[in-house]
């Protein structure tokens, strides 16, 4: 079993909508939890960064962890055509002293 | 000005080759990284400096050494190259080692 689990879609969404991606992970110590985007031809992007359970508002974007559930999700609102890209989500426990990647859901807002 | 700057962009070579691919940051942190992705965009850590000293050392064949001349710079050299070794390579840094991290644009290697 993979340590984060990410469902690699395709999603593909109207403009407008609000988006929900998911990642859920086996070790109870990770710690910290982030989202990063990434346009194609170009490196992953950090978008959101949280420690705790709970939800993390940026903008457009909201982080939600549930360590009790293990599971986190990204919530986009009114998404654009420009959210097009590859989401990854990727999570730190002391106990490995690295991040551990999910393979990324791939979506497209369609105009 | 870019934070982590990678070169070359592209990389197409024959197997059997050697190559290297630079890597610069200018953000101050202390940790740098490469890491492998796939044509399934799954990133997966190679190596792991903090302050020039080598802290992770995935499961990567000995063919990839990674060489840290200072805390800014961390360069990936790989010897006979195979097939297998084609996909994106990205370095990144980060402040410590459980701090997000910023990633270059990638080296795209081909192995012809």
């Known amino acids: 079993q993979k340590e984060v689990e990410q469902d690699p879609g395709p999603l593909s969404v109207p403009e407008g909508a609000i988006v929900s991606l998911n990642c859920t992970y086996s070790?109870?110590?990770?710690?910290?939890f982030m989202w990063y985007r990434q346009y194609s031809r170009k490196g992953p992007e950090l978008l959101m960064y949280?420690?705790?359970?709970g939800n993390k508002e940026d903008g457009r974007f909201t982080a939600q962890v549930d360590k009790s559930s293990k599971y986190i999700s990204l919530f986009i609102r009114d998404s654009q055509p420009s959210d097009s890209a590859t989401y990854l989500c990727a999570m730190w426990a002391n106990t490995g002293n690295q991040f551990y990647f999910g393979t990324g859901t791939s979506l497209t807002v369609i105009p | 000005d870019t934070a982590v700057s990678q070169t070359p962009k592209y990389l197409v070579t024959q197997m059997g080759n050697d190559k290297s691919i630079k890597c610069e940051q200018n953000l101050g942190h202390d940790t740098m990284y490469w890491y492998k992705q796939d044509s399934k965009k799954f990133l997966k850590i190679m190596f792991s400096?903090?302050?020039?000293?080598?802290?992770i050392n995935e499961t990567v064949p000995n063919r990839f050494s990674p060489k840290s001349p200072d805390k800014a710079h961390l360069n990936l050299h790989i010897n006979s190259l195979e097939l297998g070794d084609s996909a994106v390579y990205f370095c990144?840094?980060?402040?410590?080692?459980?701090?997000?991290?910023?990633f270059g644009d990638g080296t795209r290697l081909s192995i012809l």
């Open positions: 949280t420690y705790s359970s």
């Open positions: 070790n109870s110590a990770f710690q910290y």
């Open positions: 400096y903090n302050n020039k000293e080598l802290i």
């Open positions: 990144a840094s980060s402040r410590q080692e459980d701090q997000p991290q910023h």
